[in-house]
């Protein structure tokens, strides 16, 4: 490279993408992020932030942002059977890891901020089509100017990563979720602590994320149509698995803005060719049981514009950073795909030994080592 500044272009303005464009700039780099759509949008509703993807975005320095605005939450999760009673998945040695509940559009506002404020360009209704292991991306006219740097940041059905023949499997795991919004009221009762409930493969989860909203997510299999129906929702059909739920149930709109929506695994050959590197669902899209999909996405941007700060050697730095990263990460995505075998597709038939068999698993070291290994991870970069 020459005096000049490096240069990064960047397929993909969401959370991923705005993470790595805002940890890049502030390390002095020239940064363009290219976006799709005509205007700047995050789809979901809100999100978990654990202390791993906190403390990234402690570095990059909207920590305080993101706690003024979210809502913390101090208490374990409670957990409930299709019986309604509490399955206990802690041990009373366990401590509990710092976590905010944000809405995801907030956070992506606060790091499309950090982002601009430190110098990158955000460019919209800018399609990428693929990229060249040399550095540069594909647009409709050919190829754009060379760039140092290269990151897909594209999503799950990633046109950089799949240019490249990066990915080796896009499993379609049959079940999905709608993530929604609902009004907060005094007194609801779990406005301290998130709550989530089992019934057959249906799972409703609702915690706190501003002082104004709950964050609510409905999950069941594609094969539950009627689960499946959130757009218009379906009032009658989770009422009917979940009544003690009505009073939150109740307050979705009849036509929320969000869907029910498919998940997916991706695993991929190599996060890195050439110049070029892939992250978030691009690299490693997981179904987001843990709340760890975007928190380890977060976290991994970070990490790589640490490795590219200590060499010159752009195609080195990424070899090194996925070799740091990478296998925590799978072991995440193993433990979401576990999890959402135990919560959506165990066998109707055996709910009662799922609420047994699960506590015990729960205390041993090894589900609590592969549970946890994302909240404490230390990047060794």
Not at 98 to 118: G, Y
Not at 277 to 288: E, F, K, S, Y
Not at 322 to 346: C, D, H, I, K, N
């Amino acid at each position: 490279m020459s005096n000049e500044k490096p240069f990064a272009e960047i397929a993909g303005a969401g959370l991923a993408g705005l993470a790595a464009a805002a940890a890049l700039a502030q390390r002095g780099w020239r940064v363009r992020v290219h976006e799709r759509g005509r205007d700047l949008r995050e789809i979901g509703a809100g999100i978990y932030l654990w202390q791993n993807a906190l403390d990234a975005l402690r570095e990059l320095g909207v920590y305080d942002k993101v706690a003024t605005i979210g809502a913390p939450s101090t208490t374990p999760r409670l957990l409930l059977d299709h019986r309604g009673q509490e399955v206990d998945l802690r041990r009373m040695s366990d401590w509990v890891p710092e976590l905010i509940v944000i809405l995801r559009t907030e956070l992506h506002r606060i790091l499309a901020e950090c982002a601009v404020k430190h110098g990158a360009e955000i460019v919209t209704n800018s399609l990428v089509l693929g990229a060249d292991p040399e550095g540069r991306l594909e647009f409709a006219n050919g190829l754009g100017p060379k760039a140092d740097l290269v990151i897909g940041a594209d999503g799950v059905f990633s046109r950089v990563r799949d240019s490249l023949r990066l990915a080796v499997e896009i499993f379609d795991m049959k079940d999905g979720c709608g993530r929604h919004l609902i009004p907060r009221k005094d007194g609801d009762s779990i406005n301290t602590r998130r709550i989530e409930m089992w019934n057959g493969g249906r799972r409703v989860g609702i915690a706190p994320t501003s002082k104004d909203f709950h964050y609510v997510f409905l999950c069941c299999p594609e094969s539950d149509i009627q689960g499946r129906v959130q757009q218009p929702f379906n009032l009658e059909a989770w009422v009917s698995s979940h009544p003690q739920y009505r009073e939150y149930l109740e307050r979705l709109p009849r036509h929320p803005e969000e869907y029910w929506r498919p998940f997916f695994n991706v695993t991929c050959s190599s996060w890195t060719k050439g110049r070029v590197a892939i992250v978030g669902d691009a690299a490693h899209g997981m179904a987001p049981n843990l709340g760890q999909g975007a928190g380890v996405a977060i976290v991994n941007a970070v990490v790589m514009a640490r490795a590219l700060a200590t060499s010159k050697d752009v195609p080195e730095a990424l070899r090194r950073w996925e070799a740091s990263e990478r296998p925590y990460v799978e072991r995440t995505q193993r433990m979401s795909f576990l999890y959402g075998y135990f919560g959506t597709r165990w066998p109707r038939k055996l709910l009662d030994l799922r609420s047994r068999i699960l506590p015990l698993l729960a205390r041993t070291d090894l589900y609590q080592r592969n549970f946890r290994v994302a909240i404490e991870h230390k990047p060794a970069i």
